[in-house]
């Protein structure tokens, strides 16, 4: 499957996040978080179901430390759901079944 | 994308193995279920030394062979093998037979073979194990999981034979899964649990999870296999054991993701278990157990490899 998680970071994040028409959710992550990547999968098989609702990206907290900042990440993987650039909620879910069910709850 | 096995070419097939059997069979390649080549003094898998890649796109584009179908193939090598920590070079050690499974995946792929489905049918096969009467966890497995894993495999079957099954078929489904493993407190069922409530989705769009669900499932289920050798008391510290795994897997984390209060505050007999005194004083008798469990878990190791070779050559 081919990654459909765009990867966002400082440079990007205005226009790929703050101006995005759609909430997007955020995945702080880091490539050796063994966690971070055996959720991955899961948000890659969402990511085509919430097209039309909802952008996927994931944020290297390594390489994006100001943004790690910014959401105050103290432990990964964390996923956000953001407006505008700004956190709108966490989700705590880490299967595809649980997300599924939470982002129906929070998206119109 | 239709991937096609070594480019359809048996000559394909051979140049890429080759250099890997090589390899394997001077143990110098460990498996791993991630794709790892070239690795900063870390060995190469087997499916990283095949496409020369810890790309999955790459790997698929170079082999023809689906990434999450070597990730199986990797996961169960895992699981039958010890790894050695050496200073000049990899080095593993298990049962001849397990070992075996190395380079006999690949040499059960015809060129030219699409495999998209057969991790999705490993899928299937998994989900009628754990249905089967026999399935050594069956007991503790509760009637609402056996529903719900029953309606998975059911919907699964429609798929396979071609019929649609609407959105709504799978969100009941899934429902009826997330409700079944959260009230499920068995010890020994909350990995199983969390399998069927993470596959609940249509057959041809597992693949890509399916190993991240299946590896702590057969793990589980490989640790059952030790409780035959246990005496009671220990077949009841290792159920509050997992409980323990469970409580603490599980637990409500704050916005910062630290769990508070100790989730095993609540399980003073899993946190006994689980506390460095006991796992110390518990060693010896606990390699003991293992090893007289080795036989019967390679036996079931063995026999899942051989279910994953029988679905490749028949792709």
Known sequence: MASTIIAVDEDNFEAEVVNSALPVLIDFWAPWCAPCRALLPALEALAPMYSDALKIVKIDIDASPALKAKFNVQSIPQLYLASAGAPIARLVSRTRTQLAAELDDILP | MTLQAFNSSQAVKVSMIEPVRKLWLAR??????????????????????????????????????????AKLCECLLTMGITKTPASDAAAIAGNEALLAFGTEWLDAIAPGAELGMTVPRF??????????????????VSPALVEAAGQI????????AGQSVSRGEWRGVQRAAMSAAASDGDAWAYRIASFIEGIAWPIATVSHEFTGLFE??????????ETAFMTDEERSDRAHMLLGWKAMATAPRDEIGLVDPDPLEAHPESARVLSAEYLEQMMGRMAEIRAAAQGRKDTIIRETMDTVLRLIRSA
């Open chain 2, 153 to 160: 495999r059911d919907l699964w079957d429609r798929e396979l």
């Open chain 2, 123 to 140: 899928a299937r096969h998994c989900m009628d194990l754990i249905l089967r009467p026999d399935f050594p966890l069956a007991v503790h």
């Open chain 2, 216 to 225: 702590p499932m057969f793990f589980n289920c490989l640790m059952f296999e």
């Open chain 2, 28 to 69: 110098a390649v460990v498996p791993d279920v991630d794709l790892v080549w070239n690795g900063h003094g870390k060995a190469s898998s087997i499916s990283g030394l095949l496409g020369r890649t810890d790309d999955r796109e790459t790997f698929e584009q170079r082999t023809g062979i689906p990434a999450d179908l």
